[in-house]
């Protein structure tokens, strides 16, 4: 997971001082992208999706922080319990902050190679995640803020 999130928060740290492009993107994910996201939710992706390993953590971490910074205190809690978005300190959470609404995801995606509006396609197998594994109450907000 921590390089998953040092890949994602890369991403979010190009965005935010626009200047890079899939090589930045290639290097930032390199190839110790291991994720402790779980590993059904990812080959679900993948396999459903079409999208690659990488691809499947980054736009998940994407959205779970999108969440994480516009859910309730409660709500955010329980969703980080079930999929977590990351560590709690200094530079992570002021990466992760930045992602507070759907176009900064939507350039993830597409920073990750990935048309953005992939995001359509992404959310209901998270969604679905969340919703059986203990996330029924957040499905609402969850879906509200994903579009869906």
Same mark, same amino acid.
């Given at each position: 997971?921590?390089?998953?999130?040092? *890949?994602?928060?890369? +991403?979010?740290? *190009?965005? =935010?001082?626009?200047?890079?492009?899939?090589? #930045? %993107?290639?290097?930032?994910?390199? /190839?110790? =992208? &291991?994720?402790?996201?779980? =590993?059904?939710?990812? $080959?679900?992706?993948? &396999?459903? +999706?079409? %999208?690659? =390993? &990488?691809?499947?953590?980054?736009?998940? /971490?994407?959205?779970? *922080?999108?969440?994480? $910074?516009? +859910? @309730?205190? #409660? !709500?955010? /809690?329980?969703?980080?319990?079930?999929?977590?978005?990351?560590?709690?300190?200094?530079?992570? @959470? !002021?990466?992760?902050? !930045?992602?507070? $609404?759907?176009?900064?995801?939507?350039?993830?995606?597409?920073?990750?190679?990935?048309?953005? *509006?992939?995001? $359509? !396609?992404?959310?209901?197998?998270?969604? #679905?995640?969340?919703?059986?594994?203990?996330?029924?109450? +957040?499905?609402? /907000?969850?879906?509200?803020?994903?579009?869906?």
């Amino acid at each position: 997971m921590k390089h998953v999130i040092i *890949a994602f928060l890369s +991403l979010v740290f *190009a965005l =935010s001082a626009n200047a890079f492009d899939m090589g #930045d %993107v290639d290097k930032a994910l390199g /190839s110790n =992208s &291991e994720s402790t996201l779980p =590993s059904g939710l990812l $080959n679900n992706l993948t &396999e459903s +999706l079409g %999208v690659s =390993s &990488e691809q499947a953590a980054g736009g998940t /971490s994407a959205l779970l *922080a999108m969440a994480a $910074n516009n +859910l @309730s205190g #409660d !709500q955010a /809690s329980a969703l980080g319990d079930i999929l977590p978005v990351g560590n709690s300190g200094g530079l992570t @959470s !002021q990466l992760i902050s !930045q992602v507070t $609404n759907m176009d900064s995801v939507k350039s993830i995606f597409d920073s990750l190679g990935m048309d953005p *509006a992939m995001v $359509n !396609q992404f959310a209901p197998v998270v969604l #679905d995640y969340v919703g059986n594994n203990g996330g029924k109450e +957040l499905l609402g /907000s969850l879906s509200s803020l994903w579009g869906q």
